[in-house]
């Protein structure tokens, strides 16, 4: 006995599917269940009985202080992980199921010793039934009113025999070994019945004398049982025993059609068992999988309770460069996805890390995109698989994915409900941060496909998600266009969520603009306080505070246009001070910015003015403005602003600096062509 069975035992009230009852008499809800486990370091996962897996251990300090120790205890947890919960991390799980396997096994070889037999035994009975012997004698006993008549009746056995030959190769194939045989044994077929009573009578053979009644338990004794032969050991596999994809999807066609999804499924399963190295074969049984889950109940519960999943991810490990065994097994997986139970199988096998590696291996196949996609919706709700993701950059290879298939409204449409998934965490009520190309995924998504009802739905709720997030907030806000365009969404929509979520974006907006607009004003008055001259306060001290404004206040157009501007005016100021603005970190938020708002004339015209002052007798400026791209951006900032006089100058005068140590001429020569051209 464990001992925190004792605590175990006083805990049994805390039972999800119980009645729990609180201090006052009232009933507990799940959420205060899962609250007080929380607190007493129970698991916050079992339905029934929880496992204890955190000691709570009180500070002698200060008795309100706690801190909670990881348990392991073995059956129960480990390392603070209940076993019940989580099983595939229990050590001793893996030795059971080896010794299970080698029982199964031995189980196995046990009942295909004594069903084979049987089975090759009605195949051999079909064949000699109409063998050329069973033939003549049937004959002449047999009367035909027309020629037609005999003709139509040996074509019937000729078919018969031939069936019989290829019946019996079937048998030779694991798949049938291990499934049908077992069902014959159990339900005899009527022709193995019909064949067995044959055994019994009298029938007459051919002989040169005449007719003499032979006994076929005598006959039955010359035929030979062919044993079936083992499994073989590649896919390489003789003329005799070889079958082909048209025999598996006509004999799966016939199991299929006879309504029992257990056996349906056991024999797609034993094929891609037997035949791991066979795309085709492999595609064909995985797709079957995905169409029978999608159309039946009955089909996901017997495909989950088998070992499909671990299957199907080992096919797509195994073929991984193969986008159409790659689609075909992300399409099944999706199919499985039906409930929470079955979500949580497939995740704890692997498949979030799996699909991942297919998208970075077939970003640009529509298909594989779409089924991975469609199934990772399904599953990042989920905080492990969300583990997963972000520790394999999901979210980076699932966005470059939609930026190539950007054409493509269903991909648009899941690609944003992942993103939301990934960014809310429901049990903490958190928002993650939108990156850069998430916001421009997102927005790319909405603009390109404005009519599509399901693709606008999805923008507007991932938006909404993020902005629960202030940071957020303010990175969409400042989209060009997009405050028009959920305007639009909101006069033009016949969907009613989208209309919604449009609305509350816009309300959000509002508020976040009213608030900023105050602070910027504050930011703004105390930048040009620090350029006002004050003895009492130093150069770099100076360039220092308008510097650490840069990181916080980027958000804001006004704000690092005005930062821009007032470095320019300190280093002109104090020249010999220069060197702490001409730094790699100044210079990347400078170019960072000047790209991110091509559109905004002051931040280009500032940035240009302030990267030739940095320029000047500064080699390692220069060098570090020529490795970061400098050169194209400003290049850019002049051609978008032909009629800013300021912006040509600052920048005719920033590339002549530069072209003194790099090569910056060519694109200087480019713009100045094409600038006398448009004249």
Known sequence: ???????????????????????????MTNEQIREERYRRGLCV??????????????????????KKIKLTVPGESIDGKCLRCYPHLNPDKKHQERKNRRKHKSHTKKNLKETAQVIVLEASVISAVYDDESVASV????????????????MEKVFSKQKAKSSRRLLRQPSIRQNVTRKLIREPSVLLKQSLITTKVTSWGASDEGLEPVSLNRRKKELSIDPIPPPPEDDTQSSETAISLEEIKSFVKDISDGGNSDITTDVLIQFI???????????????????FCKANEDYKKSVISTSAPDDILQAMKTHSNNAQVQEQCCGALWALCNSPVNRKIIIRAGASARIIKAFVEHSHNEDVVSTGLGCLRMISPDAEARETISALSGIDHICRAMKVHSDIAWIQRDGCAFLSNCAVDVEKQQVAMATDIEIEVIINAFFNHPNDASVVNGCCFAIKNFTHEESNVRSFRLVDGLLEGLQKTIETTEDSNAKADAMGILEIFEASESDDYYLENQVLESISLIEVEDYRTMADEKMKQVIGLMEEYGWSRKIFAAILESLTKLSKQY???????????????????????????????????????????????????????????????????????????????????????????????CYINQKMAAR
Request: net charge negative; aromatic share 8%.
């Open 1 to 27: 006995m464990s001992k925190y069975d004792c605590t175990r035992n006083a805990d049994r009230t805390l039972s999800y599917v119980g009645t729990n009852i609180n201090m006052d008499g009232s009933v």
């Open 45 to 66: 996962e079992c339905n029934g009985v929880p496992i204890q897996i955190y000691q709570i251990k009180k500070s002698r300090m200060n008795p309100l202080w706690s």
């Open 139 to 154: 004959q002449s006993s047999q009367t035909f009113n027309s020629a037609k008549e005999r003709e139509a009746y040996h």
């Open 273 to 291: 068992i037997d035949y791991p190295n066979d795309v085709d074969i492999l595609a064909f049984c995985i797709g079957k999988i995905w169409d």
């Open 575 to 669: 020249p010999h001070e220069k060197e702490i603005i001409a730094s790699d970190i100044v210079i990347q938020n400078i170019l960072t910015q000047m790209n991110k708002y091509k559109d905004f004339s002051p931040i280009q015209s500032h940035g240009c003015e302030l990267l030739e002052e940095m320029v000047k007798d500064n080699e390692n400026c220069r060098s570090a403005i020529f490795d970061m791209d400098g050169c194209d951006t400003v290049v850019a900032a002049m051609k978008r602003h032909m009629d800013n006089t300021d912006i040509q100058r600052a920048g005719r005068c920033l590339l002549d600096g530069l072209s003194k140590d790099f090569p910056c001429d060519t694109e200087f020569d």
